[in-house]
């Protein structure tokens, strides 16, 4: 397929295929950092996620049409408002199904997988009635769209670099909240022994419910940024359930750096089989060694060491 | 009444006003339309020489069906053609209905999932005894259906664009098959803009899949090159890759038959990556005017479609159509190729009925080849043989509003070939 290109052009395009690949990594960190806590963290399947994130995504089309309707002057950066509204209204939600459902099915893993299932369908039912099968179209300020050239023939998108920028600042912000503070730290020790975190004093219940919303609250986050690169309407949560759960489970549940790594792989496979395979025949391979690894290690690639 | 005096002027008549509609249900006896009274119709024409076959039919009513899904990931889709079927039952209703008896609707939802459209199929057919359907949209709920259609002697009026390979005495094909809607959208682009390479892309499933096999053929046929041929599954959202490839290989025109939610991702990443589809010729046979609602006319500007039907088409058929479709469904509501075959469903099914005199299955099936319908929205569609309809075919650029500008139709109706020879 290359007979006929300059070295010139081949390079131009292997830079951006490389980029296009860095953006994928990104995109599968930003739809797995939600789940991998709340799955990870707290074992709770949740099949729910893509909801999450879609209802993210309403958020960000309904700030776009309030915005350009009634605050023009702001449109440029009302993305930014977006996501932080995006993040409460997902957050909020996720604390109330944690407080009206979930933490009457820790300790049942399978049960979390059913009930979080039918709520996926009656949220998806409730995004049909209020805002219409159809899928929405969120208009993007203009600097979001188009590409930089970087040089003639390199061009980068830049909704791609956004979201490689926003998933970068989102994955540190866990970090420091997960790994640097007193309420990770309670958050971790819950999660390792609840019943003794309980009696030095951590209210488990607490942590339960905040944890919880905050995975819910990324989804939203990262379902706002989807909004650049992907569709708007009441299934399209479920466009991003399997590639999610792959990379989590992928990675081991319980390793945040797992889930990266995992996103890594994934992603750097599939975009340069994409690139010299058909697109399905890419997706069939990306699987096909997914599993064959999960054969060999079915901990996934990385596994946090704790006594049983 | 003959049927051309309803093609001529009662068509695309507007929705009764809320007042006259509750004369109509009010005083049923009473003159509604003309001057005929009502059942006078009916009378002429009493229910045991209309329906021999033990369908629902009444002195004063005839019940056919309404099979979509309003549920699920199609809903998006079907919704569409469930307003369209209604709008023209309600026209046919306020006319006086079909042989002097009034269409009711009974309408069951396929939920997105082809056993559901096969049960629910049956049961309009089996419980419901219903005399037509008008439904199914994906090609996965017609095929699910349609034994159960032949084993119960029904008809299913199909408003869908399709791959064609299939053709049967239960079904009436509104939509176009496979050939109409690609060979003159070919022709066109090449043509048109000289083009000599085509880079195809679709999802995964059999209607991208049999429709890129016809154009491929086409085009090499006439002497060019497909420079790429990708598929990628349903709901696939990255296409950062293939647009790489698409930058490699240079091709003249894209030839795109994404479906669904992956459809939004595709363009607005094209865009992103710098493709402007003012310069670069892109052609689809798969986005209509419902789909543009969710890529945003801003990121598809330029494009070309190719189908039957757009919003924007200027006759005076159509100008009507539109007003009364957003009278009834509200002024936002828009109208694609696909809304405007399920329109015509319902209207051929009355013309039908009454050129057989009879709402028998046999008799409509036999009746259809040679029906003619001058009120369409398209404009002039006529029955084949085949039960696929002759119609023009169409190329449409995308504005940033949302709708096409019409930039060609094929002087002459265009025969349906559903099994064509040499592109298979």
Redesign the interface.
């Known amino acids: 397929?290359f007979e006929g290109?300059s070295l010139a052009?081949l390079g131009s395009?292997f830079a951006?295929?490389g980029?296009?690949g860095l953006?994928?990594f990104s995109?599968f960190v930003l739809m797995a950092l939600g789940l991998a806590i709340i799955f990870g963290q707290m074992g709770v399947i949740n099949m729910a996620h893509g909801e999450f994130m879609i209802l993210g995504a309403y958020v960000t089309y309904l700030c776009s049409t309030f915005i350009s309707s009634y605050a023009p002057a702001l449109f440029p950066v009302y993305f930014f408002i977006a996501m932080a509204l995006a993040f409460v209204a997902s957050g909020a939600l996720g604390m109330l199904v944690e407080w009206a459902m979930i933490r009457f099915l820790y300790r049942r893993p399978l049960d979390t997988l059913l009930a979080t299932w039918g709520l996926s369908l009656i949220l998806q039912?409730v995004f049909?009635s209020v805002f219409?099968?159809?899928?929405?179209?969120?208009?993007l300020p203009d600097w979001l769209?188009?590409?930089v050239?970087v040089t003639g023939t390199i061009?980068v998108?830049?909704?791609?670099l956004f979201v490689m920028a926003l998933t970068t600042a989102i994955t540190v912000a866990i970090y420091a909240v997960m790994f640097r503070s007193r309420w990770g730290q309670g958050v971790r020790a819950v999660m390792q022994n609840r019943v003794m975190a309980g009696a030095v004093g951590i209210n488990t219940e607490k942590v339960d419910r905040y944890t919880f919303g905050l995975g819910c609250g990324i989804a939203g986050v990262a379902g706002s940024a989807?909004t650049?690169?992907?569709?708007?309407?009441?299934?399209?949560g479920?466009?991003?359930i399997v590639d999610t759960f792959l990379v989590v489970v992928f990675g081991g549940a319980q390793s945040l750096i797992g889930t990266i790594a995992s996103a890594f792989t994934i992603s750097q496979a599939?975009?340069t089989m994409?690139?010299f395979l058909?697109?399905?025949t890419a997706?069939v391979l990306t699987l096909l060694t997914v599993v064959v690894i999960l054969m060999l290690r079915p901990q996934g690639l990385f596994v946090l060491k704790v006594r049983r | 009444m003959s049927s051309d005096k309803i093609n001529a002027d009662k068509t695309i008549g507007g929705l009764p006003s809320p007042l006259r509609r509750k004369l109509l249900l009010g005083m049923a006896a009473l003159p509604a339309v003309g001057l005929l009274p009502r059942g006078a119709l009916a009378q002429a024409l009493p229910t045991d020489a209309v329906n021999t076959t033990k369908l629902a039919v009444t002195d004063s009513t005839v019940k056919v069906g309404i099979l979509h899904s309003?549920?699920?990931?199609m809903?998006?889709s079907e919704?569409g053609s469930v307003q369209a079927e209604k709008l023209a039952i309600a026209q046919i209703n306020e006319m006086g209905g079909v042989l002097g008896r009034k269409i009711e609707v009974i309408q069951e939802d396929g939920a997105s999932d082809w056993p559901t459209f096969a049960e629910k199929a049956r049961k309009l057919l089996v419980e419901d005894k219903v005399a037509a359907v008008f439904g199914c949209w994906t090609s996965a709920s017609r095929k699910a259906v349609l034994p159960v259609f032949e084993q119960y002697n029904g008809m299913l009026y199909y408003p869908t664009f399709y791959e064609g390979l299939e053709q049967s005495k239960n079904v009436i094909y509104t939509g176009q098959e496979a050939t109409q809607q690609i060979l003159a959208g070919l022709d066109w682009v090449t043509k048109e803009k000289g083009a000599k390479s085509f880079f195809l892309i679709g999802s995964?499933y059999i209607w991208p899949r049999t429709s890129n096999k016809i154009a491929r053929k086409h085009i090499e046929m006439h002497g060019q090159k497909v420079v790429g041929?990708?598929?990628?599954?349903l709901?696939?959202?990255?296409f950062?890759?293939?647009?790489?490839?698409i930058?490699?290989?240079k091709p003249d025109v894209i030839y795109a038959s994404v479906v669904?939610?992956?459809?939004?991702?595709f363009y607005?990443?094209l865009?992103?990556?710098?493709i402007d589809l003012n310069k670069q010729t892109l052609m689809t046979i798969s986005v209509t005017e419902?789909e543009?609602?969710?890529?945003?006319?801003?990121?598809i500007a330029g494009a070309y479609a190719c189908m039957k039907y757009f919003q924007s088409l200027k006759n005076p058929n159509n100008e009507k159509f539109v007003a009364a479709f957003k009278k009834m469904w509200g002024g936002e509501s828009v109208i694609g190729d696909v809304t405007q075959a399920g329109y015509l469903g319902p209207w051929l099914w009355k013309l039908t009925a009454e050129k057989a005199k009879s709402f028998d299955v046999d008799k409509i099936a036999a009746a259809s080849p040679g029906i003619e319908f001058t009120g369409a929205p398209e404009g002039y569609v006529r029955v084949h043989e085949n039960h696929h309809l002759w119609s023009k075919t169409r190329v449409g650029r995308a504005r940033t509003d949302?709708q096409f500008d019409v930039v060609f139709e094929t002087a002459d109706l265009i025969e349906p070939n559903p099994f064509p020879k040499g592109y298979q």
């Open positions: 397929m290109y052009e395009i951006m295929q980029f296009a953006i994928l995109v039912q049909r219409g099968a159809r899928e929405v179209g969120v208009v769209m188009g590409s050239a061009e998108p830049i909704n791609g989807f650049m690169v992907g569709s708007t309407g009441p299934t399209s479920q466009l991003y599939q975009s994409e690139f058909s697109g399905s997706k | 309003t549920t699920g990931t809903a998006i919704t995964d041929e990708e598929y990628f599954p709901g696939h959202t990255q950062n890759s293939v647009i790489n490839k930058k490699l290989t669904g939610g992956s459809n939004v991702a607005k990443q865009k992103a990556a710098g419902d543009m609602l969710g890529i945003g006319g801003e990121n949302g």
